[in-house]
C-alpha cells in the first residue's frame, strides 16, 4: 500500500468524498461480478436475488442479534434457517445455531466436542483427528482451545486414509472430522467409515459441509452420484454448512447442526459474575450482526428447492465444461477424484505458477495451492467455460517463467505501529 501512515481525521469528510474515496481504494479489488473469481464469492446469476439482499440489508443493517428478546423477528428467522438446514440435511429433531461463517461453525462444534467430552469422561485436555486435507478452521480452534489437533494423510484420490485415521484416535479422542468436499481437491471423505470408527469409540464426528452443505442436496436431486455425508450417515453428530456459500447469501451466515437436539446446549455461554445481569450468548461472537441472518433467511426462503436446483444444474454444467477444458490439455490434469464443483488442476510437466500468471494477466483470479491451480465453480461461470477453455489452453502452449506467487487463500495483512 503507498498510502500514508494513517492519522485521525479532525474533521469529517462528506459522504460524496467518501464514496469516491472507496471506488478509488475498491479499483484494486477482484471483480467478482465479471465473474472471473473462482473463491471468495459464490456468483449466483441473479438480479432479484441481488435486489432483495440489498433491500433486506438496509432494512437490517443496525440491528443486533445479540438479545433475542429485543428482536423476535431475528429469533424467528434464526430457528426457521436451523429448522430448514436440518431438514435438507435429513437431522429432522435436531439443534443447531447460525454462525458468522465456516471458520466459526467448526470452532463451535470442536467446543461442544470438547465440552461434551468433559462433561461425560471428565477429560479437559482432549484431542481430534482430522484429514490432512481438513480447512485450517480446525486447526485454528485447536489452536484457540489448546486441543491436540492430529491429522491423518489422504489417499491418492484425495481421501482420508480411515485406518490411518483410527490409528491416531486414544483415550483423550473427543471427535473425528470428514470434509464434504474438502476445499482443496473437493473431494468427499469417506464419511460413513469415519462416522463407524466414531461409533466404535463412543465419540463424535462431525461432517465439514460448509462448501457441500448447501449444494450436495441438490446435486443428489439432479441425479449425480454424491457419497454418502449427512445426518442419514448413522454417527454422524454434527454438521457445519455455509449459508453464505453454495447458500448464495453475502458474507456473514453460516449453520452448525447437531445430530442431536441437546447438544447445541454446549454452545450456549452464561455468565452472571459481574455487575451487568446475566449474560448468554450462544456463537463466539457476542454482538451479532442481524442483516447477514435476514439475508440467508430471505435467500433461502426466496430461492426455495426450485430454484437451488436450477442454480446447481448451472453449477454442474459449468463444472463439466470447465473440466472437459482441462482434461483436452495433454499436459494438464485435475487432482484425485472430485465430487462436486471445486477441484485442482495440476500437472507434471507444466509450472502451474507461471500458467495462472498468464490466467491473472487475463483476468481471472486463480488460486495457487501446492500441487497447482484451484477452482470453486460458481451457477454465472456457465457463461464463462469456453473462454476460459482457450485461455487455459493458450497459457499453458506459451508462458514465461512463474513470478512465484505463493500458494494460498487467506489473508497475511496485518498492521503494526
Ligand atoms: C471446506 C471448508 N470448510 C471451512 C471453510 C471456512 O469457511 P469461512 O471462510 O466461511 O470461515 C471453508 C472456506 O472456504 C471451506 O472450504
Not at 56 to 85: C, T
Not at 258 to 275: E, G, N, T
Amino acid at each position: 500500500m503507498d498510502e500514508p501512515a494513517a492519522t485521525f481525521p479532525e474533521e469529517g469528510a462528506s459522504a460524496d468524498e467518501l464514496l469516491d474515496r472507496i471506488d478509488a481504494l475498491a479499483g484494486g479489488d477482484i471483480d467478482w461480478r465479471s465473474g472471473r473469481a473462482f473463491s471468495l464469492v459464490y456468483h449466483p446469476d441473479d438480479e432479484a436475488l441481488h435486489h432483495l439482499q440489498e433491500a433486506v440489508g438496509r432494512r437490517y443493517l443496525h440491528e443486533n442479534a445479540l438479545n433475542p428478546f429485543k428482536y423476535p423477528s431475528l429469533v424467528h428467522m434464526e430457528q426457521d434457517i436451523v429448522g430448514m438446514a436440518l431438514a435438507l440435511l435429513h437431522g429432522p429433531g435436531g439443534s443447531g445455531s447460525l454462525s458468522s461463517g465456516g471458520t466459526e461453525s467448526i470452532f463451535l462444534a470442536v467446543h461442544t466436542a470438547r465440552s461434551w467430552i468433559e462433561q461425560r469422561r471428565g477429560i479437559d485436555r482432549p484431542n481430534i483427528v482430522t484429514p490432512a486435507t481438513a480447512h485450517p478452521a480446525f486447526a485454528k480452534a485447536c489452536h484457540y482451545l489448546r486441543i491436540e489437533h492430529r491429522t491423518a494423510p489422504v489417499g491418492a484420490d484425495g481421501r482420508v486414509d480411515v485406518e490411518a485415521m483410527a490409528a491416531l484416535i486414544d483415550d483423550r479422542t473427543a471427535l473425528l472430522v470428514g470434509s464434504a468436499p474438502c476445499y482443496p481437491f473437493g473431494t468427499i471423505d469417506p464419511i460413513p467409515a469415519i462416522a463407524a470408527a466414531a461409533v466404535e469409540r463412543g465419540i463424535l464426528c462431525h461432517v465439514d459441509a460448509c462448501l457441500g452443505g448447501w449444494l450436495l442436496p441438490w446435486w443428489e436431486r439432479l441425479g449425480e452420484p454424491v457419497r454418502p455425508w449427512d445426518f442419514r450417515v448413522e454417527g454422524v453428530t454434527s454438521i457445519s454448512a455455509d449459508i453464505h456459500k453454495y447458500g448464495y447469501t453475502y458474507k456473514g451466515a453460516s449453520t452448525v447442526l447437531y445430530r442431536d437436539a441437546d447438544m447445541v446446549q454446549h454452545q450456549w455461554f452464561l455468565y452472571d459474575d459481574w455487575p451487568g445481569g446475566l449474560y448468554g450468548s450462544i456463537t463466539a461472537a457476542g454482538t451479532r450482526p442481524a442483516a447477514p441472518m435476514a439475508g440467508a433467511w430471505a435467500t433461502i426462503r426466496f430461492l426455495g428447492a426450485e430454484g437451488y436446483l436450477a442454480k446447481a444444474a448451472m453449477v454442474r454444467d459449468a463444472t463439466r465444461a470447465f473440466q472437459a477444458g482441462v482434461r483436452a490439455i495433454p499436459e494438464l490434469a485435475i487432482t484425485g477424484e472430485p465430487d462436486m464443483s471445486v477441484f485442482e488442476i495440476g500437472s507434471a510437466t507444466v509450472d502451474m505458477g507461471a500458467v495462472g500468471d498468464v490466467m491473472d494477466d487475463r483476468g481471472w483470479n486463480l488460486d495457487r495451492q501446492q500441487g497447482g491451480l484451484h477452482l470453486m465453480v460458481s451457477p454465472y461461470h456457465v457463461h464463462l467455460t469456453d473462454q476460459f477453455g482457450s485461455d487455459l489452453a493458450d497459457a499453458v502452449a506459451g508462458h514465461g517463467a512463474s513470478r512465484g506467487k505463493a500458494a494460498g487463500y487467506g489473508g497475511i495483512v496485518g498492521h503494526e505501529g
